[in-house]
């Protein structure tokens, strides 16, 4: 089954800009989608098919997906970005084809 | 506003059953995919079972397949997963997700219901 792979842990000041990848094989070939969890929230999508961004979701937010590697860039990072990010695919070719990367902290310094 | 609420969880003890629903409201239920996602204590999110609109395909994950059903009532606006057999991995909290475009991908989610399989 298809695997992504998420750095555990990503750590950024406030005001800079938090890049946090997705790995996969040939992940450039998928539509990668991502969402951001607070503690004790439920999941909320911030980026879907790579690039795009769900309306009320601020443009600081952005992705983009090439060769083996998908990043979510955050710009301008804010305290309140501070949550769990995970990456999405749905792999097509698979029986089971809802896969999700292993997640990664994003801290603000 | 899209709401989906999630019901039925509890505590439940090893080869056990339990049947999980969501009330949707707020769009046309009929016209959407739905999922169910699941997060064990402590770890991250793993996508369980997808539903096409008019239920013409259905999706498992490789851990559930066989022992849990997803299925859905558009008429009531609800969709449901019974999971049977159930085994101290299956203890997590189980989330209800709207699919926009297919089951490709998840726009809107409940809260979420805790399930623990625990003897």
């Known amino acids: 089954s298809y695997v992504l792979t998420q750095p555990p842990s990503v750590s950024v000041a406030p005001g800079q800009t938090a890049r946090i990848t997705c790995g996969g094989n040939n992940i450039g070939s998928k539509s990668v989608h991502w969402y951001q969890q607070k503690p004790g929230q439920a999941p909320v999508l911030v980026v879907y098919?790579?690039?795009d961004r769900p309306s009320g979701i601020p443009e600081r937010f952005s992705g983009s997906n090439s060769g083996n590697t998908a990043t979510l860039t955050i710009s301008r990072v804010e305290a309140g970005d501070e949550a769990d990010y995970y990456c999405q695919v749905w792999d097509s070719s698979s029986d089971h084809p809802g896969v999700f990367g292993g997640g990664t902290k994003l801290t603000v310094l | 506003e899209v709401q989906l609420v999630e019901s039925g969880g509890g505590l439940v003890k090893p080869g056990g059953s339990l049947r999980l629903s969501c009330a949707a409201s707020g769009f046309t239920f009929s016209s959407y995919s739905m999922n169910w996602v699941r997060q064990a204590p402590g770890k991250g999110l793993e996508w369980v079972s997808s539903i096409s609109s008019s239920s013409s395909y259905i999706y498992y994950a490789d851990s559930v397949k066989g022992r849990f059903t997803i299925s859905r009532d558009n008429a009531k606006n609800s969709l449901y997963l019974q999971m049977n057999s159930l085994r101290a991995e299956d203890t997590a909290v189980y989330y209800c997700?709207?699919?926009?475009?297919?089951?490709?991908?998840?726009?809107?989610w409940g809260q979420g219901t805790l399930v623990t399989v625990s003897s």
């Open positions: 997700a709207r699919g926009p475009a297919g089951p490709y991908y998840f726009d809107y």
């Open positions: 098919d790579d690039s």
